[in-house]
């Protein structure tokens, strides 16, 4: 698969570029093409509307806290009522002992959606805390690991694969051996490991101090298993890409390595790192919410999405939006950017689009 | 990886999402502990006397079936029917549960006045499971294991002149306890008075087992027994089966022969599984508590298979009395008028558990009511603002699994409301409490319970809130709760062997003092539990004990 993704990427020139789109390019540059190409693809950027729309209510998790919601993420409201068709209603239902008669209780109040001016609009969990606050807030942390984890590994596996393949040899077998060996485990495995080890203690070492309970935690974990994911398709592409004519031409022209690599083949490679970054956000956010479903990602109190579904799986038949709601929450953003990021391919890499239209 | 199949991989990433939360209802479990009586009508503890062929369980995993080694509910309820020493416990129902009968001895012990003498004597032709007869030296043979495998009970029999010498050389035997195998004679020599002696005896870890048995764990090998089932087969963590002890020929006649021709248990630690291991037919009994999400379903249509019982146990935060903040008192008292202890068992445990400020759970004749403390949050964040504290970093612990870790994230959220700042950790099941117990953590708070060994006030106060039992690691002492006034108060009361007025005042005062004068530690629940049955099984039989919890031996079937 690694082989195969790797000439699906490359830019084509502009003469077949022009043969295939009638001549309509001359002139521009492939960004500005790959754009024309995007905007035309409303079904990509409807999507792309929609993850940013994710994104900015996330973003103001705080505002609907403390204007609307009237809370913390993590504030306990056991034993409290609040305010719905002027009756106070408890926010959990009321059990317990009558001298020997038991009642089952504990059940959370369910979505009032807006029927409370906005106070638990997604319901309540099992400490009374309101659940649509605790969704934005676990949005923010779990884009806030996807997207950090995906731009650590995105970065860390392109610079990898720059070395690997352009210098080969000796530099490419050690780069390779290191990508086999974090492929010799099962990527979730490994993480799951990882991610419990730093969990407990945190990270001490080679003067880093990463506390546990930080989001660098599952962060970097998810960075680090990830990146060769990356790195083994890119490192083709500029094996391939070393031994074109340009890089030939900037050789003889007296440029030194650094500049060919990052002057001449990382912008032959950009689009693919592109799309390979918009995809591998989803693929991170799916990993998070797996490791903080597990208990090796984001800690508690904290939300996160997996988190949350990891909460509420106690309370699946009582008060079962505690797991679809973040659930949902997960599909949307993880569908927008798979859809958005399949948009870019085709935008960044026509001959795919045409091989789809077939 | 990310480019090719694409709708195939979006359907995948929806699928899997999907599959996450729906996975969620069949995943996590929390853990069953420990027992005691309340709304069941338990029958008698005697042995009914109706007999059946088979009696399958849905048990949670022991620890280890070797009763030296085992120190969990799920293993003791079992072998408590396998494995016996010279000292048991009535098989009844409430408190009469609590009254020691003799078991392998022939008759309670003769104590001298000085209470460190204590003679027994075996009853005639006692045999194991093997045929081989029972000796008076497999008694001393049998404490000395507990020290060659390094057994959790070793604590308990250091009173026992020689034991502390024999528990580092391993060699020789333990002066202090003198055998005849030619009259069966056993006497117990103490170093000093010991008033739960008794009732040590009478714990698993004073098993009778044959001297011969290797010192190392026989759980899945098997150990010949005394009682009146033998461990046929125990696969960890899969299955176990009890069958007849062959050789019992009633010879305890102090203890129930048992119903049960056999018992197959199947080991199954998500409560869902387990409830819905009943609900399917698949098994008699469940053993796990059943979870909150499901206890209104079981409580509306299958009343009559559920027993909710609550145990002798006691549900506290330790606040650690040595670290600040809480090296302060008014510090702790914030914490003691700021723990809403209603709206924890509502929440958190659907209910399920009984409010209380005592460290002593209620069943004990020496537990006095305290209600010094009503959640009182302005109060609380007086006082924690008069400590001169607030804005402190408080590292608080606890297990990773609800309920406890919501138990745990309520007292962080009612610190924070208090103006600290707690750092949450929570940590597994398997090493939660030798972290918690280990001083270089420095756990500031967090959650704990504690489950009674036996019915005495001293498996209590002084296993668990005693200054000078505080160790470096290992320590049950969680809070290193030391009050010299009270250390002092609990070594004069643990010698003393007669519980009478006076006596039980005196502890009732020692849990004043620490939880009221002190604000040690912060207790805030009874937890109850359920029992549930398929409903071939005759609930009339039904039968909880102290500490045996449900006692299977004497169920029966429609």
Same mark, same amino acid.
């Given at each position: 698969m690694?082989?195969e ?16 789109e009638g ?10 093409l790959?754009w024309r190409?995007l ?15 994710? @994104?900015?209510c ?12 009237? %809370?913390?993420? !993590?504030a ?11 009756? *106070? @209603?408890?926010?959990i239902?009321? +059990?317990g002992? %009558?001298?020997? %008669?038991?009642?089952?209780?504990g059940?959370?109040v369910?979505p009032?959606?807006?029927?409370a001016g ?7 969990? !099992?400490?009374?805390?309101d659940?649509? @606050? ?8 779990s884009?806030k ?10 970065l860390?596996?392109? @610079?990898?694969a ?10 490419d077998?050690i ?6 060996l974090?492929?010799?485990f ?9 991610g ?9 070492h080679f003067?880093?101090?990463?506390e ?11 960075s680090?298993?990830?990146i060769?994911?990356? +790195?083994?398709p890119?490192?083709? *592409? ?7 004519e ?7 022209q007296g ?7 990052f002057?001449?083949?990382?912008p032959?490679?950009?689009s ?12 991170n956010i ?9 208990g090796?990602g984001v ?6 999405? +997996?988190?949350l579904?990891?909460e509420? *799986?106690?309370?699946? *038949? ?17 569908l ?6 399949? +948009?870019?391919?085709?935008?960044l890499d026509p ?8 | 990886?990310?480019i ?9 990433l929806? =699928?899997?999402?999907?599959?996450l939360? =729906?996975?969620a ?11 005691s009586d ?10 009914s ?10 048990w ?12 969990t ?11 016996e020493?010279?000292?048991g416990?009535k ?5 009469a ?17 000085d ?6 004597q075996?009853?005639?032709? =006692?045999?194991?499971?093997?045929g ?10 049998s ?6 495998v390094?057994?959790?009970?070793v ?13 580092t &050389? ?23 008075? $010991?008033g ?11 098993s009778i087992?044959p ?7 026989q759980s ?5 027994s ?15 089966v ?12 102090t ?8 018992? &197959?248990g ?17 098994s ?5 508590p ?8 079981a409580q509306n249509?299958?009343k ?27 510090a702790?008292?914030?914490? $003691? ?19 209380t ?9 020496q ?7 009503h959640?009182?949050l302005?109060k ?8 001169g504290?607030?804005g ?8 990773? $699994?609800d309920p ?12 924070t ?11 597994s ?9 280990n001083?270089?953590t420095?756990?500031?708070?967090g959650?704990t ?5 036996y ?14 039992r ?5 320590n ?14 609990i $070594?004069?009361l ?6 009478d ?6 502890w009732?005062?020692v849990d ?5 004068t002190?604000a040690?530690?912060v207790?805030?629940?009874n937890r ?6 398929s409903?071939?099984?005759?609930m ?18 429609k």
């Amino acid at each position: 698969m690694a082989t195969e993704s790797s000439t699906d990427f490359t830019l084509d020139t502009a003469a077949a570029l022009a043969a295939e789109e009638g001549g309509a390019i001359e002139g521009r540059s492939p960004w500005a093409l790959a754009w024309r190409r995007l905007r035309r693809n409303y079904v990509a950027l409807a999507f792309l509307l929609l993850f940013v729309v994710i @994104v900015v209510c996330c973003a103001l998790a705080p505002v609907y806290a403390h204007r609307i919601a009237h %809370t913390d993420p !993590n504030a306990n409201h056991l034993g409290e009522t609040f305010p719905r068709d002027g009756k *106070q @209603v408890p926010i959990i239902s009321k +059990g317990g002992f %009558t001298g020997s %008669t038991f009642k089952a209780g504990g059940v959370p109040v369910g979505p009032q959606l807006w029927h409370a001016g906005g106070r638990y609009v997604f319901g309540a969990d !099992n400490q009374g805390r309101d659940v649509a @606050v605790r969704l934005l807030y676990g949005g923010v942390n779990s884009l806030k690991v996807g997207i950090g984890s995906a731009l650590i590994c995105t970065l860390l596996a392109v @610079v990898l694969a720059l070395l690997s393949g352009y210098y080969g040899g000796w530099v490419d077998w050690i780069i390779s051996r290191f990508f086999d060996l974090i492929w010799a485990f099962p990527v979730l495995l490994l993480a799951i490991a990882l991610g419990t080890a730093l969990s407990i203690n945190g990270f001490h070492h080679f003067g880093i101090s990463i506390e546990s309970g930080s989001l660098w935690i599952p962060t970097l974990v998810i960075s680090y298993v990830l990146i060769p994911y990356i +790195g083994r398709p890119m490192r083709g *592409q500029i094996l391939s890409l070393r031994e074109k004519e340009f890089v030939e031409a900037a050789t003889a022209q007296g440029a030194g390595a650094p500049r060919i690599m990052f002057g001449e083949v990382l912008p032959n490679i950009a689009s693919s790192v592109l799309v390979f970054f918009t995809l591998i956000i989803a693929n991170n956010i799916l990993t998070e919410a797996g490791l903080s479903f597990l208990g090796a990602g984001v800690q508690p109190p904290n939300p996160s999405w +997996g988190t949350l579904i990891a909460e509420g *799986q106690d309370r699946i *038949q009582t008060a079962p939006w505690l797991a679809i709601i973040p659930g949902i929450a997960i599909v949307l953003t993880v569908l927008s950017l798979n859809v958005f990021g399949d +948009g870019l391919r085709d935008a960044l890499d026509p001959r795919a689009k045409v091989r789809m239209d077939r | 990886m990310f480019i090719r199949k694409k709708w195939i991989r979006l359907f995948g990433l929806g =699928l899997v999402t999907v599959a996450l939360a =729906l996975l969620a209802a069949g995943c996590g479990g929390s853990k069953k502990s420990s027992s005691s009586d309340t709304t069941s009508n338990a029958s008698s503890g005697s042995s009914s006397g109706k007999t059946y062929p088979l009696l399958r369980v849905t048990w949670d995993a022991p620890d280890y079936m070797d009763p030296a080694l085992a120190y969990t509910v799920a293993a003791w309820q079992l072998n408590w029917y396998v494995y016996e020493g010279l000292l048991g416990y009535k098989h009844e129902s409430g408190a009469a549960g609590q009254t020691l009968v003799p078991y392998l001895a022939k008759s309670m012990p003769t104590v001298s006045a000085d209470g460190k003498d204590l003679k027994f004597q075996l009853r005639d032709n =006692l045999k194991y499971s093997d045929g081989t007869p029972v000796k008076a030296s497999d008694f001393r043979a049998s404490i000395e294991r507990l020290y060659k495998v390094d057994s959790p009970g070793v604590g308990f029999f250091s009173a026992i002149q020689g034991a502390d010498q024999f528990s580092t &050389t391993k060699k020789g035997h333990i002066t202090g306890i003198v055998t005849n195998d030619s009259t069966g004679s056993i006497e117990v020599k103490l170093a000093h008075p $010991e008033g739960d002696i008794l009732y040590i005896l009478a714990t698993q870890f004073a098993s009778i087992l044959p001297a011969k048995t290797p010192a190392s764990d026989q759980s899945t090998k098997g150990i010949p027994s005394t009682g009146p089932y033998m461990v046929q087969k125990y696969v960890p963590s899969r299955s176990f089966v009890l069958v007849r002890n062959p050789h019992y020929n009633n010879q305890i006649p102090t203890m129930p022969s048992g119903n049960p021709d056999k018992v &197959t248990g199947t080991i199954i630690t998500d409560p869902v599984a387990a409830y819905q291991s009943v609900l399917g037919g698949k098994s008699d009994y469940d053993f796990q508590p059943i979870p909150n999400d499901r206890l209104g379903e079981a409580q509306n249509k299958y009343k009559d298979q559920l027993r909710i019982y609550t145990a002798a146990n006691t549900y506290y935060y330790f606040l650690n009395n040595k670290l600040a903040p809480f090296n302060n008192i008014k510090a702790r008292q914030a914490v $003691e008028w700021g723990i809403d202890r209603n709206a924890i068992i509502n929440g958190v445990y659907g209910g399920l558990g009984r409010p209380t400020e005592n460290f002593l759970p209620p069943d004990y004749q020496q537990y006095q009511k305290i209600s010094d403390y009503h959640y009182d949050l302005a109060k609380a964040k007086q006082l924690a603002k008069a400590s001169g504290t607030t804005g402190q970093t408080v590292d608080v612990y606890g297990p990773n $699994e609800d309920p406890s870790k919501a138990s745990t994230e309520y007292l962080a959220s009612q610190l924070t409301k208090l103006g600290w700042k707690p750092k949450l950790h929570l940590l597994s099941h398997q090493v939660y409490f030798t972290t918690i117990g280990n001083q270089a953590t420095k756990a500031q708070a967090g959650f704990t319970d504690w489950y009674q060994d036996y019915p005495h006030p001293v498996d209590w106060f002084d296993v668990l809130l005693n200054g000078n039992r505080i160790t470096q690691t290992h320590n049950n002492n969680y809070g290193n709760v030391d009050v010299k006034a009270v250390n002092d108060q609990i $070594e004069k009361l643990k010698k003393v062997t007669k519980l009478d007025t006076a006596t039980n005042n005196s502890w009732a005062k020692v849990d004043k003092d620490l939880i009221v004068t002190y604000a040690t530690t912060v207790p805030y629940m009874n937890r109850s539990a359920t029992d549930f049955f398929s409903p071939q099984v005759d609930m009339s039989c039904y039968s909880f004990h102290v500490l045996g919890q449900w006692d299977f031996g004497v169920s029966c079937m429609k």
